[in-house]
Antibody
Framework: EVQLVESGGGLVQPGGSLRLSCAAS????????MHWVRQPTGKGLEWVSG???????FYSGSVRGRFTISRENAKNSFYLQVNSLRAEDTAVYFC?????????WGQGTPVTVSS | QSVLTQPPSASGTPGQGVTISCSGD????????VNWYQHIPGTAPRLLIH???QRPSGVPDRFSGSRSGTSASLAITGLRSEDEGDYYC???????????FGGGTRLTVL
């Protein structure tokens, strides 16, 4: 059974940092591009960042330069280092993957940016 | 303004059909396939359609997708109460080097 489990979310002050993690199981992790998608409270889904099987990274314009995605195939995990957090980064962060579309999603980890 | 435009809401009665549109441009839907997701608040999003018109296994054939020019559509027939939720289109936008979601359509089954 495919499982994606996020962790690392929490309450952080503006300007602060967090490291989100997504642990994967049930599939050949190294063969899949991986993505982070977020949903701010009361708003729609927003793609945040993706990393290919070869380690090429992509970011949305709203997070580029502040967030860094990485993966560790030996641990079947990937990460999102989120720095210089702003109130508008408050959201539930999901990890997602799939070969044609994103079939598999985690349950999300909440990030709240507030003083 | 989102790169992909969806109507904010749609509705229908049980058994009816409804179509949700997703409008892009020549740099998004015009050259890239579209995926559709259903998201019921409090749960993980669910892939309904990939590659514009392909249904993953386990998705009922009541759901179908199409793409023409710079627009795409998701059609749902035989509406059920459990279809209530938010529906999103998404595609790759090369000029942004990013995936983009539409703003989402809230479907209500009356």
């Amino acid at each position: 059974e495919v499982q994606l489990v996020e962790s690392g979310g929490g309450l952080v002050q503006p300007g602060g940092s967090l490291r989100l993690s997504c642990a994967a199981s049930g599939f050949t992790f190294s063969s899949y591009d991986m993505h982070w998608v977020r949903q701010p409270t009361g708003k729609g889904l927003e793609w945040v960042s993706g990393i290919t099987t070869g380690g090429v990274t992509f970011y949305s314009g709203s997070v580029r330069g502040r967030f860094t995605i990485s993966r560790e195939n030996a641990k079947n995990s990937f990460y999102l280092q989120v720095n210089s957090l702003r109130a508008e980064d408050t959201a539930v962060y999901f990890c997602a993957t799939g070969l044609a579309g994103w079939d598999y999603w985690g349950q999300g980890t909440p990030v709240t940016v507030s003083s | 303004q989102s790169v992909l435009t969806q109507p904010p809401s749609a509705s229908g009665t049980p058994g009816q059909g409804v179509t949700i549109s997703c409008s892009g441009d020549s740099t998004s839907i015009g050259i890239h396939h579209v995926n559709w997701y259903q998201h019921i608040p409090g749960t993980a999003p669910r892939l309904l359609i990939h590659t514009s018109d392909q249904r993953p296994s386990g998705v009922p054939d009541r759901f179908s997708g199409s793409r023409s020019g710079t627009s795409a559509s998701l059609a749902i027939t035989g509406l059920r109460s459990e279809d209530e939720g938010d529906y999103y289109c998404t595609t790759w936008v090369g000029r942004l080097s990013a995936w983009v979601f539409g703003g989402g359509t809230r479907l209500t089954v009356l």
